[in-house]
C-alpha cells in the first residue's frame, strides 16, 4: 500500500535519540579518553532554535560536533603528517515539535482553481478523460480496480496504479489528505498550473517517493537525524593530511580521506567551489559552507615549488573524488528548508507519475475542436510527472577530477582551475515513455509531454580567480571566472523539454575595514561586498508560435535568466573585544528584485558559551511566472481534439508561451530569496564550545 | 675583554668630544652599541636589586626610573615592581662581525622609509643624537634589522589571555603558534646572507595559527613584509569556519586582531613599515624595563608542556602584569607618529633597549593625546632559555602584556619561544602553506 501510517514511528524516534544521545555523549566525554592522550580534541554542542512567521517553529535542531587532530608528522618519512577527523551528530526535533507543519500531520486536503469553468474543485475532484481523448465531467469508466499493475502487460510506467491515463485520482492510494498545494506558500495559483504535493515524511506517507528513491525519500527519522544515513554523513571528515620535502627544496603534499576541498575565494557563491554538494536543507543558502558542503571521499595530490624565479608562490594540486556521486541536497517536501522549493515541485510531479493527480488550469478542449477553457484536470498514472532519477552508478568513469595551479605573481594571488564534474543539480529531462491520455492504449515517448527522469549530466568546468590588493582605496578585492560546458536548463522550446547552455559565472569580492566612530570609535567595520553574473551563452528563449485554439504567444524556452546579476552586502562590527560581533547581511537577486536581510548578533559570554540571535527578513517582490508547457501539444490526439480533425499523423508542437504561471518555472526566474520569501523567522542558536 | 673595551671607548670617545655628532660609525660605536653597560652602568640609588618598587616607595625610589605610564599604577598600587640585576645581552658575534664588515654602508634615502647600501648586522650603530633629525628613524631601522628572532623563531605554545582589568576576569584564552622567518639579511642560519628565489624581494615574513578556542581555531595569518619599504605589507587571513585564504585590507592590520588589545601593527612592539610612521628621537633614559632571567622567575604551572617548561604568571591589577623583575636598563625614547590621518592612533612613545633594540615598552596615545594603552614585551638571556636556544646569542622574548587603560582591559601573552627551529623554513609562509595546513 503506498499510503501508509507508521505506527511505531515515535518508537523509532525514541531509540534514534537514545542512539544519537549516546553517541553524541560518546563523542563528547569518551572520546579524549579513549584515544591517544596527545589528540587534539575540541568541538560544540548546539541547539538552533528558528521560528518561522505563519508557521511557527521551523527548526530546531541538536548538534553535538567534535573534531579530532593527531599530528603524526615523520610518520613514513614525511616531513608534516595530521590525521583529522571530524563526527557530527545532528537531531532536529522539529518534527515532533511542530509536526502538523513538518511532520506525521503535516499538510491536509486542498483545492484547485479550476480555471475558466469556476470555483475551486478538490484533488481529485477534476475533469475526467473520456475514452477518446477529450476531458469530461464524466468519472473513469474503465472497470480495472485501481491497484491493478498493467504493467507487465504494457511497459513504460512502474506504477502499480497506471490506469492508461483514465484516471483514478482519488483512490485509497492518493486520498485529498496531508497534500499542500505546490506553490501555495507564495501565492494562489492566479491562473498557472498547481497540484497537490504530499508532504508528510516518507514513512508516514510513501506518495512521490518511490520515483525519488534515494534521492528524496527520507523518513521522518531520517529528516530528523540528518547525518545519520547509509552514505555515513555523522563522519564529516576523515583525512590523512601531509606533505613530504624533496630533495630539490620542493614539497609533495597529499590529503586523503573523507574531506572537503573548497576552490576559490569568494564566500557564499559558489563558482569555483563546486567540488563538494552541498545540503541546503540545513538552512537553505544561509548556514556556512563549512557546514552545509557534503564531504566526499577523496585524495588529493600537490606538488609545491614555493618561490621561484618567476614566482612568488607556485603550485599545482590534482583532486579526485573517488566516491560515488551525490548531488546537492535540495531538501524534500515537507522539510523546512528547501532551496527553490524543488523538493516539493519534484514530489508533487512524481505522486503525478506514480498515482496520478489533479491539475490546475489545464486547457480543456472543446468537444467540436478549439478551447473550451482551462480547468481542473485529472491526470491519470503515468501520463505527467517523474517517473525515475538516474543516480549515477560507482564506476571508475563515473569518478570525477580537477587540476588547480595557484601562486602569486606580484604579488596578486591567482589560480587555473579544471574540474570534470557532474551538475550537482538535478535536470528534469523529457522525452521518456508515457501514456498518452487521448489514446491510453500507447505508451510512448511523446515530444514535450510533461514526464520527465532526473538526471544530472557530466560538467566541465574551467576557470581562475585572483586576489589582490589596492593600496590606494585600502581595499581587497576578489574575483572568480568560471566556464562550465554540459549544463543543462528545462527548456520549454524542444521536445525534451531541456537543453544544454554554456555558462560563464564570475563573483567580484570588495573587503574594506572602515572605521564608523560613531558607532564603534575602537574597532573598524569590516564591510564586504560581492557581485555575482551568471550568463547562460546558449539560452533560448523567443515568442512562441500562433496555435489554434490557443491564446496568443508568449515567451518560451529558459526559465532561467540569461544574464542574472545578485549583490551581497556584509557589515560586521565587533565590540566588547570580539565577544559582542553584530553584523547584517544584504543580498538582492537583481532580475527577479527580491532582497533578503539578515541583522544578528552574537555574543561570546567565554571560552565555551556562545549565544546567537538572527533575523532573516525578506523583502519580496512577487512570484514570477514562466511559459509551463500547457500550451505545447505533445500528443496526436489533443492536437485533433483542437483542431477538430484526425487524430493521428499530427506532428507534436511547442509549447506557444501564451500560457504561463509561477508553477514550475517561475521557481528558476525567482531564485533562491525569491522563492524562500516568506519564510521570515527569528534564530536562536546556544551554542557550548570545548 | 671589558677593559679592551673601555680603553677604546675611551680614546674614541675624545675623539667624538672633539668632532660632535658625526654620521659616521665607528668601530668603538659598535662596541658600545652592542656592549653599552661596558661602558656605562646606571646610577639606581636604592633602586637596587631586590627591592620592590610599591605605590608608598615610588616617589622615592622610583619615578626617575619609570616613564609615566608605569608611575601611574605603581601609585595607583595596580602593581608592584621588584628590581633584578641587569643582565647584558650578549648577542651573536655572527651579527656584530656583520655590522662590522658593513659599517657605514646604509645610508638613509630622501623618504622615510628609504634604505640604501644596507647589507647585514645593525645598520646604524651609533649612538642617536638629539641633533639628528632622523636619528628617530635610524632607530627604527636598527629595530628592523634587530636580532628579534635570530633569522628564524617560532613561538609556541603562544598563549593569549583576554582579561577584564577590572574584575581579573579571563574571558578568552587562545593558544597559538606564531613563526617570524627573515629573507634578507640572514647572518646566523643558512641560508646566508639570502633566500634564493625569492622572486618577491621579500625581507620577513610572518605566520600565525589559531588552535584554540573552537570558534577561532584554524585561523591563520601570513604577512609579507618586502625589502622595499615604500611597498605595502601583503597579508593573508585564513579563517577556519570558511576555509578560505582572504587577502587583508590594510585596514585590518590596524585593527584588533582576535579581539585582543594589540593590532596586528602592535607584533613585537610595532609590526608596520618605517615609511607609516614619522619617527623623532627624543633621548636616553634609563627606565625599569621587563628583561629578565627566564629560569629564575617564579614560573606557573597552568599549561603542561611534554619537556616541562613552564611560563611566567601574571598578578597586579585586573592579572594583567607580569611576576617578573624589572631591571634598570638604557633605553633611547622615540617617538612614533603615524603618517596615516585616520590611523587609530596618534603616537606611541617608545622605549628601544639600547641594546637588544627591542621595543620593551611603549606608551599609545589616541589620537585626543591621551593614553591609550600601555605595551610591554618581556626579554631576557638565551642562557635562562630552552636548552636549544642557549648560545644562539639572540635575546628570547618571553612574554608581553598590551593594557587598554581607557576600556580597563588587558592582553597578556605566555611565550615558549624557540630560535632557528628546523620546522620554520620559506614554504611556511606561503598562502598554499594556510590552505594546506588549515582544515
Redesign the interface.
Known sequence: MAYSRYNSKRGAATAALSGGALLALALCAGAPQVLASDMDVAGFVENATYYRESRGISKSRNTAQVEFGKDISGAFKTSRMTFNATLRATYDAVYELNDGEWGENAGGPITLANGTFGGRVPHGGGLKFAVGGVPTGLPPTLGFPPSTDFTPFFGGPASPNAMFGLPNVVSMSNPNEGLEMLGGHLSSENGGIAFGVPVRPCDIDRRGCKPLEDYMDLDESEMAWSDFNDRWDFIREFYLSGSFDLANDDQVGFKVGKQQIIWGRTDLFRVLDVINPVDYSRNNIYDELEDIRIPMWMAELEYRWGATEFFGDINLSFVWNFDKFRPSNLGQAGQPYQILDAGSFFRGMANCWENGCTVSNFPVPAPGGGLAGLGAVDFGPGVIGIRDVKLPEWNLSNTQFGIKLEGVKNEIGFSLNFLETRQQLPVLRGHIPSIDPFNPFVIDDYDYALAFDIEFPRVTLIGGSLDLYWDAIKSAFRIELAHTDGEEFADTSVPDLYSESDVVRWVVGWDRSTFIPFLNKDRAFLISAQAFGQHLLDHNEHIGAVLPGLPPPGKVGMADHENNYLFTLLIQGWYMNDRLNPQIIMAHDYESGHTTIAPAIEWLLDNHWQFTLRANYKIDDGVSTWDDDRASIPYPGLSAALTGGATTGLAPTASNGGLRGANPLGRFADGPLGMAQEEDEIQITVRYRF | MKLHRKLIAACLLSGAAVSGWSQNATMEDVERSFHPYDFEMPETGKLQPGVVVTKDNVDEIGKDFLDEGMYQMVKDGWVDITVGKLTPIVQNEKYIEATRKNLNTATLGEEVGELRGYVAGRPFPTPPSLDDPRAGEKLAWNYRFGLHFGDAGAIYPFYWT?RDMNTGKV???LKMEFNAYNWKHRTLDEPIPE?D????N?FRTIYMRV?????V?NTQLLI?RYEDDLK?D?A?LYL?????????????V???F????LMIEDFEGYNGRISDMKWDYKGVRWMLVPFYEHDKMELGDQYKEDDGFRYITFGGQGGCFPNITWQVRKQYLVTATPVDP?H?VGHRDIFLDAQTFAFSRINIYDRGDKLWKMWFIGQGPDYASLPANQGQGVPVYDGFGMMDIQ?M?CTTGQFKTEIHPDRVT??RF???YLR?VG?
Open positions: 583576554f574571558e578568552k584564552t633566500v628565489p625569492n622572486p618577491a621579500i588552535d584554540e578556542p573552537f570558534d581555531k609579507h605595502r601583503n593573508w577556519g569556519f570558511q576555509r578560505r585564504v582572504r587577502r587583508l585590507a590594510a585596514g585590518q590596524t585593527d584588533s582576535l579581539g585582543s588589545d585616520s587609530p576600556a582591559h620559506p614554504k606561503t598562502p598554499q594546506a582544515k
